[in-house]
C-alpha cells in the first residue's frame, strides 16, 4: 500500500494537510529504495537527482510534475505507481542563466519510457521553447516501457518531433549516463550535442544480443555502442570523459558559451587577454615548408583568449577541427585543416563534421573563424564510391548558407576544389586573409608541371632538370604569395604575428552584420 493509499478520506485541517503533502514529497525525493539508491552507485553511476545538483546551480532547480504517476493497467503496473514515473523534470540555472531539463530514474521502471513519463518529457520541452532556454537531458533509460505497448513508442514520437521543431531554436544538449537503446537513441541524435561517460554509457539501435542473432557477430555493450566507440569511429558522440562529475562540468562550460536561444547572442565576458596582443610565435609553429606537418591546435590556442577552446568531435575526422573559443571575450567557432592528421585532407567525415559545426554556430550566431592549409580532397575509390562529392558539398553547402561574420585566414596551402569549400571568398567569406607562407592553386606545383607540361620534359635531354624548371616556372607565375591578392581573392596578406588582432577588428566590425537569405520554406541540403 503507497503513502497516498493511507491518507485519510475525511478532510483534515491545513496543517494536517501539509503534513502530508511533505510526507509525499519526501517520498518522492527519495525515491523507490536504499537498496535501489546502492545498486546505481554499485555501478559507477551517480543518481537522477545527484546528476541535477551538479548540473545547475545550488538551491535553483524546481520539480514539476514531482506526484505524476502512470495510469497503466495490466502485467503488474497497477500495483507499481512510484512517483516521477521515473523521469525527474524542471528548471534550474547555470551561471544564472534559466536551463530546462529532465532526468531519467535508472531506479524505477529501469527508467523506461511509458506515457506519463513521455508526457512530462513532453511538457518540459514545451517550456524550453516556449521560454527560449536550453534544454538538457541525462539519459539513462532503458528504452521504450514494453508493459504500456504502443503508448510509449507514441511519447518517443513526441519527443522527437518536439526535438526537430526545437532544432536551431535552443540549444538541446543530451548526456548519456546509461544504457540507451532503439528509438531511445534518435532523440540525442536530433539534439546539437551528445556527451557521453565511458564504461557506463551506451547507444545503439539493436544490442548485442540482437546483432549475434540476426549476424552471428558477437560483441559487447561498449564494443557496439560504448563513449569510444561514438565518439572516434561513428561521429555520434561529441565529447567523451571517464566520470559523470567532469561530463557534467564540461556541460556546464558549454552552455557558458552557447546563447539561450537563437535569438540572443551568445555570452561575452571582460578578457584578461588583451586583443592587440601579438602572437609572434606562430612564426614558427607552422613551417613554411608546405610538407612539413605542425599542429593547428597550437595556432588556435595561440590566437584565442587565454589559450582555452572547447574542441568538438575532437577524436572523430581528426584531420579537421572544430572548436568554441573566445576572442576579446566573444565566442566564436573556429574550423581548422589538421596537417598532423592525414595532412589535413578533407574526406567524407571531416566534410560531415565540419559542416554540421557551421550549420550550429550560425543556427546560435556564433562567427566562424576559418584557418586553411588544405591540400585538397583525399582520392580514392573508397571515397567516390562511398559519395565524397555529395558529402563535401554538405560543408559548401553550409557555408553557403551561413549569414554569421565569417572570417578565413590562409596559413600555408589551398590547392583546388578544397580550397573553395574552406569558406574562401568566392562563396561568401566576408573578409580573407593570407599569411606570406599562402600557396593558393589549383593544384601543388608539383602536380600541375607535370600535367601542363607533360610533352616539353618527356622531349627534354634531362627530363628531370626540365621538370624542376617548370615547377620553379609555375610557382612564380602563379603560386607566388601576392598572386590571389593582386586579384582580389584575398583581402590582405598579413604578418602572422598580427593575426589576433586582425580577426578582432575583424570580428568587431562584422558584429552587425545583417545578411538575408531568399526567402524560402527551407533548403535542400545535399545529403
Not at 100 to 108: E, G, K, L, Q, S
Not at 186 to 206: G, H, K
Request: include cysteine.
Amino acid at each position: 500500500m503507497t503513502v497516498v493509499d493511507q491518507i485519510p478520506s475525511e478532510p483534515a485541517d491545513a496543517r494536517g494537510r501539509v503534513a502530508e503533502l511533505h510526507v509525499l514529497r519526501e517520498q518522492a525525493l527519495r525515491g523507490p529504495s536504499e537498496r535501489a539508491t546502492e545498486a546505481q552507485h554499485a555501478k559507477g553511476k551517480l543518481t537522477a537527482r545527484e546528476r541535477i545538483e551538479l548540473l545547475v546551480d545550488p538551491g535553483s532547480f524546481n520539480e514539476v510534475e514531482q506526484l505524476r504517476r502512470h495510469r497503466a493497467q495490466g502485467f503488474g503496473l497497477e500495483a507499481k505507481k512510484p512517483y516521477t514515473d521515473g523521469v525527474i523534470t524542471g528548471w534550474g540555472t547555470v551561471e544564472g542563466r534559466t536551463v530546462f531539463v529532465y532526468a531519467h530514474d535508472f531506479r524505477i521502471f529501469g527508467g523506461a519510457l511509458g506515457e506519463a513519463h513521455a508526457t512530462k518529457i513532453h511538457k518540459i520541452m514545451d517550456m524550453a521553447i516556449a521560454a527560449g532556454a536550453p534544454l538538457v537531458s541525462l539519459n539513462d533509460g532503458a528504452g521504450a516501457r514494453i508493459q504500456e505497448g504502443v503508448s510509449a513508442l507514441a511519447g518517443y514520437g513526441g519527443i522527437f518531433q518536439r526535438n526537430t521543431r526545437a532544432s536551431g531554436v535552443i540549444p538541446q544538449i543530451s548526456v548519456m549516463l546509461g544504457p540507451c537503446a532503439g528509438g531511445a537513441a534518435y532523440s540525442p541524435a536530433l539534439t546539437d550535442f551528445v556527451f557521453m561517460v565511458r564504461e557506463t554509457s551506451q547507444m545503439f539501435i539493436t544490442g548485442p544480443d540482437v546483432v549475434k542473432a540476426v549476424t552471428g557477430e558477437e560483441i559487447t555493450q561498449n564494443g557496439l555502442g560504448g563513449a569510444d566507440v561514438h565518439a572516434e569511429t561513428s561521429g555520434v558522440a561529441h565529447f567523451a570523459y571517464d566520470d559523470e562529475e567532469t561530463c557534467i562540468a564540461e556541460v556546464r562550460y558549454l552552455l557558458s558559451m552557447l546563447p539561450q536561444n537563437n535569438r540572443e547572442n551568445p555570452p561575452a565576458v571582460v578578457p584578461d587577454d588583451s586583443p592587440d596582443r601579438a602572437t609572434p610565435a606562430l612564426l614558427d609553429l607552422v613551417p613554411a615548408d608546405a610538407v612539413r606537418s605542425y599542429d593547428v591546435r597550437a595556432v588556435i590556442e595561440e590566437l584565442v583568449d587565454d589559450e582555452e577552446h572547447m574542441e568538438v568531435h575532437s577524436g572523430w575526422a581528426a584531420n579537421l577541427v572544430c572548436t568554441l573559443a573566445r576572442l576579446d571575450g566573444r565566442v566564436v567557432g573556429i574550423v581548422a585543416n589538421q596537417p598532423s592528421v592525414m595532412a589535413g585532407v578533407l574526406d567524407i567525415d571531416a566534410s560531415e563534421k565540419g559542416a554540421r559545426f557551421v550549420q550550429m554556430c550560425d543556427a546560435f550566431s556564433i562567427p566562424i573563424v576559418t584557418l586553411v592549409d588544405v591540400p585538397g580532397f583525399l582520392p580514392g575509390v573508397g571515397q567516390e564510391h562511398h559519395g565524397v562529392i555529395r558529402r563535401g558539398a554538405k560543408l559548401l553547402y553550409a557555408y553557403c548558407n551561413a549569414t554569421v561574420p565569417r572570417i578565413s585566414v590562409i596559413l600555408r596551402k589551398a590547392y583546388g576544389g578544397a580550397y573553395i569549400v574552406m569558406d574562401s571568398q568566392s562563396i561568401g567569406a566576408d573578409l580573407t586573409y593570407a599569411w606570406p607562407t599562402n600557396e593558393i592553386a589549383v593544384m601543388g606545383a608539383e602536380g600541375a608541371a607535370n600535367v601542363i607540361f607533360r610533352r616539353q620534359i618527356a622531349e627534354a635531354p634531362d627530363p628531370e632538370a626540365e621538370r624542376l624548371q617548370k615547377i620553379k616556372e609555375y610557382r612564380t607565375e602563379l603560386m607566388h604569395p601576392y598572386y590571389a591578392v593582386e586579384r582580389g581573392l584575398v583581402d590582405d596578406v598579413i604578418d602572422p604575428s598580427d593575426t589576433r588582432r586582425v580577426l578582432v577588428r575583424g570580428l568587431e566590425m562584422l558584429r552587425a552584420k545583417h545578411a538575408e537569405l531568399p526567402s524560402r520554406k527551407h533548403g535542400n541540403p545535399p545529403q
